[in-house]
């Protein structure tokens, strides 16, 4: 009997609660990104095709841009036996993106023209399904992108109104795949979910100017990405019980509305602060094979950003950029139950929540533009779990990204 219970507790699956995938919709906000994406309502020019595409009016240079980043993975989980022993476990990962490329042009003195190639989905993720012993049982990498093909337009209504719209069409992949694990042993079995995702949508945008304040909404309508699946498993078909039951689906997206407000009177310094909601609705679709957290609850998330720009140095004349985000996540660390374990307490219940720090700067020479930004995001959460023993688990991880982006621009 004492050998039969050592058995279970060695191989007792015990998920990893992390965010599972970033499945939140990502807006270009170009130098902002160094005020972690606040500026909705200030923004102008190159930036704005995908930021707010209201802010194209009255483009006076065309422009052309390009951004790019590195982002490195931190994941971390202490795991303990109550009274008995404790261990930490350590993984990381790194991943490059290509985010975007513009390019603008002004139609007349009031009305602007841009088109973009633009990252809108970016999930990642590199987990393990552990036994409480901690030992890897199955091991998986899920990446992929989502990009938008956008043409943007914006107007100038008056001296104080400015109005634009976009028009997108998304087309992208996201690959899962898991490898098993099991001290080597099952190091035969894989499986493979690659998923299409292919849609279109538009997107509204206005600012309200004045000389020291301005006031920006945005909103774009829900709409559908048809998701193809193909799949691939080994030979003994273990893992084919962890495909999706669809072959084609259609993930409803959500209607996204954001507020954002800019005050720019106090000398050279630009106040932001923008509120976001993505409103989701429930959906079948599942771009992971395993979810390590369960599946997507798909709470809205309603998002906060602030950030400030403001030169410090008279020479250089430099800026810097500051900034924090708020941003609940899909997933909650109480959304899915262990196998045969029982959940006693759980702190963010409701939604992971990730903190979001960033700060940037800027370099410029002859026409061209150098934004630079770096970010700090923290997310973690913490449970009780009640096996044959007591298990207190914490979790945190932590996301580093250095982001560029180069702009032209030349005089008409």
Request: proline residues 3%; charged residues 15%.
């Amino acid at each position: 009997m004492r050998l039969k219970s050592l058995f279970v507790i060695l191989l007792l699956n015990c998920q990893l609660f992390a965010q599972n995938l970033d499945l939140l919709t990502h807006h270009a906000s170009g130098k902002y990104r160094g005020m972690a994406g606040a500026g909705m309502a200030a923004v102008q020019g190159v930036s704005s095709v995908d930021f707010n595409p209201a802010g194209l009016a009255g483009t006076q240079h065309i422009s052309f841009s390009t951004s790019q980043s590195t982002t490195y993975y931190r994941y971390a989980l202490f795991r303990q036996n109550v009274d008995k022993w404790a261990f930490n476990l350590d993984w990381h990962s790194s991943q490059y993106n290509f985010e975007n490329i513009l390019a603008v042009i002004p139609l007349n003195k009031k009305i602007g023209l841009g088109i973009g190639y633009i990252q809108k989905l970016n999930p990642f993720l590199k987990n393990s399904r552990r036994a409480i012993t901690g030992s890897s049982l199955i091991n998986q990498v899920t990446d992929g992108s989502v990009y938008a093909l956008t043409v943007a337009s914006g107007v100038t209504i008056s001296k104080n109104i400015l109005l634009g719209i976009s028009l997108a069409r998304y087309t992208g992949t996201v690959t899962s795949k898991l490898q098993g694990d099991n001290h080597g042993r099952e190091l035969f079995k894989s499986a493979q979910l690659e998923s299409d995702l292919k849609g279109m949508n538009f997107d509204l945008g206005i600012i309200f100017k004045s000389e020291k304040f301005s006031a920006g909404v945005a909103f774009a309508p829900p709409f559908e990405l048809t998701v193809d699946t193909q799949k691939q498993i080994s030979e003994d078909n273990s893992y084919a019980s962890l495909f999706p039951n669809y072959d084609q689906t259609k993930w409803k997206m959500p209607w996204i509305g954001r507020l954002g407000f800019a005050y720019t009177g106090y000398q050279n310094w630009t106040f932001a602060f923008d509120l976001e909601t993505h409103h989701y609705e429930s959906s079948e679709v599942r771009l992971n094979l395993v979810e390590f957290g369960g599946a997507p609850n798909w709470k809205d998330s309603n998002i906060l950003r602030a950030g400030i720009e403001f030169y410090p140095f008279r020479r250089p004349h430099l800026p810097v950029r500051l900034g924090y985000a708020y941003i609940p996540q899909l997933y909650a660390s109480n959304q899915a139950i262990g196998e045969g374990n029982t959940i006693l307490s759980y702190e963010n219940t409701k939604q992971n929540i990730r903190h979001l720090f960033a700060a940037g700067t800027k370099l410029s020479y002859s026409n061209f533009i150098l934004n630079l930004g770096l970010e700090y995001a923290l997310l973690k959460w913490h449970r009780d779990l009640q096996t044959l023993d007591s298990i207190v688990d914490d979790y945190k991880e932590k996301n580093y990204v250095l982001a560029a982006e180069l702009i032209c621009s030349f005089q008409q």
